[in-house]
DNA sequence: CTGTTAGCGCCTTCAG
DNA sequence: CTGAAGGCGCTAACAG
């Protein structure tokens, strides 16, 4: 059984490739009697255009890639319902990789998506080295970048998330409730974001007169099991801390399960805080305290953004969001331990 | 600028774009001097074959299509992870959808995939109408669908979840530990397996002696917020259940956590069990009971098939996967409410 | 208002 | 051992 093609439409219609073509793509009049009539064959036939040759003839996928540290992380689901929303409406398509906070795969799957043609990235993945950045800047491939810098250009642009604002207020409101030792759950230091959040906060405890001999760093894995694991060391010190920032939401959730299940009680023994306001930090008990991040808005504009550069209107390259301290049950400032 | 093509190369190191086109795919014998000199020119021009071209010479994309009802539902995060990690090893790609149970956009994202010439689709979305289904049919593309019908055939195969097992294991250990009264948080109908789940459950319990005037069944929406609702439903009637099983996890946590905070405890007040076998499941606390499915081993086993399908060696076209009840805190024998 | 023609970048038969 | 030429399915000048 032979393909259907827009050639055979054109025999069976009486016309030919190119009246068939504009009569899809409304790209040029054709009289009403004989649109009808392509119309119908089309109808006939069930007939749909092989997208591929339609890209590789106007060099153009309609296609966008999307490059996440880690699919399983909630925080992303909002992120990745705003872009697909975004892209949908716009008739875009997404190509989604999962780099799973893996370096080698993230370079490689920025690779794959440049063969197969993509319009345009979004990259918002710490796992980012160096050189993939380069590579990337080199390769003049329309990109948004998202909390990671990245210098500007007519086919780039930056989504920078401002972590001071919320971790400042955090600092304020815990220190001014008394607290006087805190821990940090970082991941590594590979990951940009996690550096920086972790720097952020060092500085906003030094500004309000904690010193870093009060702090102690330890390292997770962006995840529960990693916060559940770093708990058991926090206390497993002699001098524990009364506060505990986690990099973000999941590795806090690992402190508060794993708290709960040594049988402390949150937040009298400690306060903990996360960042991203995923949802399920309304579903546990405490509630959990976090730097939250209006992640369908990063989505929107992340894709808004990309389209823009790719219909040459970029006028806006760099958008800064505010992040913002939400305080809930895990770090009620009336529970002051100790 | 022009764009680096196969052409380029040829000119540049001197032979056909033949020549180039076999050194590159290794498929035919090339003199090792000229081998090494069109090698030399791909590295010094950074040349990457045009994946569209290539696609479109050869009609195959290497690209296969993953439909998931709700891609913020952990369950399939260990699904996608198989499903890539298979996808990756044999060089193909893969193009996410999100049907958000969503019967309409699943049939649009169907239909955008043909269009992108997918060489294969696999689906996990409750959300299918029988439309959708035939016209899949129809269009020969090689299928796999996970739990839900299917007819088999040349181009398609089925993964079957055997819920009776794990949901006889249950209702036999609720009802011989004393359980009586019993409630049913399903989703809605309209998704095939919800109701299958919710199908078996009753005739279980019937098997069990348990008559259906004593099972409450209560709408949810796969979500932790839908559990949270029915929970409300099921206390605010008369004769309440001492025993609930939810559609899935997320659904069941729902309950759990809108127990907790309604200062109820489990499972002296109730007993609860999901489906799925989430990673959360065994961070909450009471640790959620649940029937568990092997998910990571359903995607290598979907991506497995759709490629034995593409290479024309589906000799197995259904495999029959087990569910098995795993008991936890959530519902511990040894509370019997009441 | 519509048809003809020449690509898009790659692969592959057929010659030599 | 390698080139030339045609084609994959669609689009877009250029003519008329």
Redesign the pocket.
Known sequence: MK????????TNA?????????V??N?????????QRVLDVIEKYN????????S????QTHTIGLILSDISNPFYHQVIHGVEECAYQNNYIILLFNARYDLARTQDYINTMIDHQVDGIIIMASSLSEETLFALQQSKLPAVIVDHPYPASDNSASIIIDFQTGIKEMVQSLVSAGHTRFAHITSTDNLWTSRMRKEIFLSELNSAGITHDKVDIINGNMHIDGGRDAFKQIIAKNEKPTSIFAVNDLTALGVLFEAQNLGFSLPTDFSIVGVDDIHLCLDVKPSLSTIALPCYEIGINAMTMLINILQNKNDVTEIIIKSRYIQRESSDIKFIPD
């Not at 393909?3 to 054109?10: E, G, N, R, S």
């Not at 009486?14 to 504009?22: A, D, E, L, N, P």
């Not at 790209?27 to 649109?35: D, F, Q």
């Open positions: 393909k259907t093609t827009i050639a055979v439409i054109a009486g016309v030919s490739k190119s009246t068939v073509s504009h899809i793509n790209t040029r009049y054709v009289e009403e009697k004989t649109r007939y749909r255009p092989n997208k591929l040759a339609r590789l003839a106007l060099n």
